[in-house]
């Protein structure tokens, strides 16, 4: 296992590092045993995006939007045309005939919005002079159409003709959108999210947008937003608070407040928390497979059944500092980066003894249906999990010096990393990398007629 190699390790949040786990070098469920640095980048890097089955495009402060080649580490294409950070990214295909086409959109800081050929590097379309930068993209496939979220929510169409736009929002705008059945869309602004309804027709020039409801249940900022199935949808907060909602009524369906430390005594004053506290309570992430949900709760990871309505597993402390991606694979594995600048990988187990009462304090408050913001408040013990499995480290990736943005996942050509070092790192199956190299060596004494 290749560690240690472009920098070193240090804890740079609230977690003491005696309390997280320690895989050693003997990792033998960690194929990830040979990495490819690619450089180009000269800031940060903080946004991938996989484009098709071998290329992923790669994005940051830098403005630049870079194309690569996942399997030879190739750099097909360098996208110039920003001239502050990138803000936000994603992939977005539609069919022309019998031809299937997919570009890049990006958002950045200067105020603008460009639509990207991956093939030659052509920007196709753009569009400036925009009221504030997006923050955030979302693609509706099924409509053709898509949307910018910033101080306003846009509505485009392929050519980047403007259909129609909600009023001007507050200061903190939209950070995070998903879509949501009936052509309602939902859109996490501050502590609320506001469910809007998009009427489109064939002409698209009557397309509208409009507000039909607003969700009020968060005690604090939203910080993740995501649709975990056709009939729920999930947000977290900057206090610890997971939701679960149904995406066609928009109740709620669950409610978890997650918190890791004590719940204060009956009738004891209320402490403030400290910036350090506050970042262990904050959900950075969520990610789901469909059934499951995983939340980044500061250093520490906490797995969430929705059709169960129960916890399945939970690491207090899986990293050395905050959790900022996540990602739950087909085959169990759960995958995780951090601020401390490695990547874990998880694998889900089965407890060999029964499993144990959940920590005091974890679960705020277990509830169905719409909660009560000041009971919400108050911590509960629960005092029995049944079924709780346990999140075993199976794979430490350590090569970054800086803080591990996201990551995206080839199935066949292994893990890309992004990180604030300015590096991105393709982490590889070694055992596949060595019958490639074999198969390519045998081949070449055959064409030189050297067998």
């Not at 050519?159 to 869309?185: Q, R, W, Y």
């Not at 002409?203 to 995501?226: F, G, P």
């Not at 975990?228 to 928009?250: K, M, P, T, Y």
């Not at 990393?417 to 070449?444: M, N, P």
Request: with cysteine; net charge negative; hydrophobic share 40%.
């Amino acid at each position: 296992m290749l560690r240690w190699i472009l920098g070193g390790r240090e804890a740079q949040g609230a977690v003491e590092r005696n309390t997280v786990l320690f895989i050693g070098e003997e990792q033998p469920k960690n194929s990830y045993t040979e990495l490819q640095v690619l450089k180009g980048h000269f800031d940060m890097v903080r946004f991938l995006v996989q484009i098709d089955d071998f290329r992923f495009a790669s994005a940051g402060d830098d403005g630049l939007v870079l194309v690569w080649n996942a399997q030879t580490g190739e750099r097909l294409q360098e996208l110039r045309g920003h001239s502050q950070q990138i803000t936000a990214m994603t992939a977005y295909s539609w069919i022309t005939g019998d031809t299937d086409h997919t570009g890049l959109i990006t958002a950045s800081s200067d105020r603008t919005l460009s639509l990207w050929d991956p093939e030659t590097g052509n920007r196709v379309q753009t569009v400036s002079d925009l009221q504030s930068s997006a923050k955030c993209l979302l693609v509706l496939s099924r409509l053709d159409l898509w949307i910018s979220g910033g101080n306003e929510l846009c509505v485009w169409d392929r050519d980047f003709h403007l259909l129609c736009k909600t009023d001007h929002h507050s200061d903190a705008g939209i950070t995070a959108m998903v879509e949501l059945p009936k052509n309602c869309i939902a859109a996490a602004m501050d502590k609320e999210i506001v469910i809007y309804r998009l009427s489109a027709s064939s002409s698209r020039l009557d397309t509208l947008v409009r507000e039909v409801r607003r969700l009020t249940d968060h005690q604090d900022s939203i910080r993740a937003l995501i649709s975990v199935n056709d009939q729920a949808f999930a947000s977290g907060s900057h206090v610890g608070e997971l939701i679960v909602w149904d995406s066609l009524d928009w109740s709620i369906l669950t409610y978890e407040r997650i918190l890791w430390e004590e719940p204060r005594p009956e009738g004891q004053a209320e402490i403030h928390l400290s910036s350090q506290k506050q970042s262990e309570m904050c959900v950075q992430h969520l990610a789901t497979d469909g059934e499951c949900v995983v939340a980044a709760v500061g250093s520490g990871l906490y797995l969430y059944n929705v059709s169960r309505r129960g916890v399945v597993a939970y690491r207090k402390a899986a990293h050395d500092s905050n959790i900022l991606h996540t990602m739950l694979l087909p085959d169990g594995q759960l995958l995780s980066c951090s601020e401390d600048g490695s990547v874990r990988m998880w694998e889900l187990q089965d407890l060999p003894l029964p499993a144990e009462p959940a920590p005091t304090g974890f679960f705020g408050m277990w509830t169905f249906g719409r909660p009560s913001k000041q009971a919400s408040l108050q911590a509960k013990k629960v005092p029995e999990v049944s079924g709780l499995r346990t999140l075993e480290l199976t794979g430490d990736l350590i090569g970054h010096s800086g803080a591990v943005q996201m990551f995206v996942y080839f199935v066949d050509l292994g893990l890309v990393t992004c990180s604030t070092d300015q590096l991105i790192i393709v982490w590889k199956s070694g055992e596949r990398e060595s019958r490639f190299r074999s198969l390519a060596l045998f081949h070449k004494l055959e064409d030189s007629q050297g067998l």
